[in-house]
Every structure is written in C-alpha cells, then in structure tokens.
T-cell receptor, first 109, second 114 residues
Framework: GQNIDQPTEMTATEGAIVQINCTYQ??????LFWYQQHAGEAPTFLSY??LDGLEEKGRFSSFLSRSKGYSYLLLKELQMKDSASYLC??????????WGAGTKLIIKP | EADIYQTPRYLVIGTGKKITLECSQT?????MYWYQQDPGMELHLIHY???????EKGDLSSESTVSRIRTEHFPLTLESARPSHTSQYLC?????????????FGEGSRLTVL
C-alpha cells in the first residue's frame, strides 16, 4: 500500500534549527511536497523535490533521497510564527498526492 | 494570496438535510479538488476534476457529488447529511503538468451536523 510516515509532534526553541523527517512508500513517484498548516487554517505550499538533493528557500530547506524513500524539511532561525503543522505529501504514478498526518511543531521562547 | 474562495465558512445543520459547499477560483486552474480533514489527521481526497465536465472519485466519495460546469466553479453536495459528516472541507486547485502538486487551498468550510 501507499504510506507516509512523519513524527506526530516536535518541540524546538526560538532561534534554533529543527529537522522534520518523512518516509514514504508510493506506487511510482512524481515528487515530494511539504506544506505548512497553521491551526484552523488551510495548508500552504512550501517546497517540491523530485530529484535527489537539497532545495533551499530562505530559512526553509527540503531534502530528498529517492533510493531511501526519505525526505526532510529543515527550518533554520526558528521564529514563533513557525509554530504550525508541517505536512509531507508524495505524488504517485497517477499524479495523486498521498498525504501524511502532519508534524505539529511547537516553538518555545 | 491565493484566489480561491469557499462558502459558507461555517455551517451547522440537522441530520438529513441536503447541503452544497461552494468553491470558486479565479486563477484559471484546470485541476480542482475537495478534501476532508479532521483535526490532527491527514487530508482525505473526496473528489477531483481535471477540467470542465471532468469529475473523479477519491477515497471518500460515496456520500457526496460534485459538478464542474465552469472552470472556476466546483461545488460539493451532500444529499443527506449525517453527524459523521462533521468535519472541515477544503477545496483546492492546481495547474496541470510539472507543478500540479502545488495546490492552492481555500480557507475551508467547517460543517457541523447535529
């Protein structure tokens, strides 16, 4: 079957760095996506990886290893506004997104 | 700021009522989606569309219907609401092709069925 695994919750300190991991199993693969979702709001797109390696976008970076079925989202210089759920989603051979349940990130001062 | 709108934002109705959740986008996107999401849970695909007159069923489609008569409009109808339908409903759209996984979401419709 198709499956996405990511930790349920993580806690980090303001100004620090946090890495949120995601492993995936899909029928075919057409990319790995990260979304941010603040409580009570809709998800917003953060990043897209289809080739192995690191994609950097400001304070956020996303890494992909296709051979390991593994990705991570790296958040640097954490700010209180980064408190949110981070959703990992993999696109299968039918170009459908398979979603993880999300990682709730709690930022402490 | 995404140009995709959902109405109503909040709705409380009784069991057995028929409801339609509206979704409109002004970005000219071909693909549109309806998702259901409970707190702390993953998104579940209800229906999706590749364009006008195209509708496809997702994992949770059996108790609802959609239509796509115009590119910008993708309403979701529950024929007979039940308490198990209480949830957040999210509409989204995307382009076709390479960036098809970059979804733009509406603010959601939170439905409570008594």
């Amino acid at each position: 079957g198709q499956n996405i695994d990511q930790p349920t919750e993580m806690t980090a300190t303001e100004g620090a760095i946090v890495q949120i991991n995601c492993t995936y199993q899909t029928s075919g693969f057409n990319g790995l996506f990260w979304y941010q979702q603040h409580a009570g709001e809709a998800p917003t797109f953060l990043s897209y990886n289809v080739l192995d390696g690191l994609e950097e976008k400001g304070r956020f970076s996303s890494f992909l290893s296709r051979s390991k079925g593994y990705s991570y989202l790296l958040l640097k210089e954490l700010q209180m506004k980064d408190s949110a759920s981070y959703l990992c989603a993999a696109m299968d051979s039918n170009y459908q997104l398979i979603w993880g349940a999300g990682t709730k990130l709690i930022i402490k001062p | 700021e995404a140009d995709i709108y959902q109405t109503p934002r909040y709705l409380v109705i009784g069991t057995g009522k028929k409801i339609t959740l509206e979704c409109s986008q002004t970005m000219g996107h071909d693909k549109m989606y309806w998702y259901q999401q409970d707190p702390g849970m993953e998104l579940h695909l209800i229906h999706y569309s590749y364009g006008v007159n195209s509708t496809e069923k997702g994992d949770l489609s059996s108790e609802s219907t959609v239509s796509r008569i115009r590119t910008e409009h993708f309403p979701l109808t529950l024929e007979s609401a039940r308490p198990s339908h209480t949830s957040q409903y999210l509409c989204a759209s995307s382009v076709q092709g390479l960036h098809t996984g970059e979804l733009f979401f509406g603010e959601g419709s939170r439905l409570t069925v008594l």
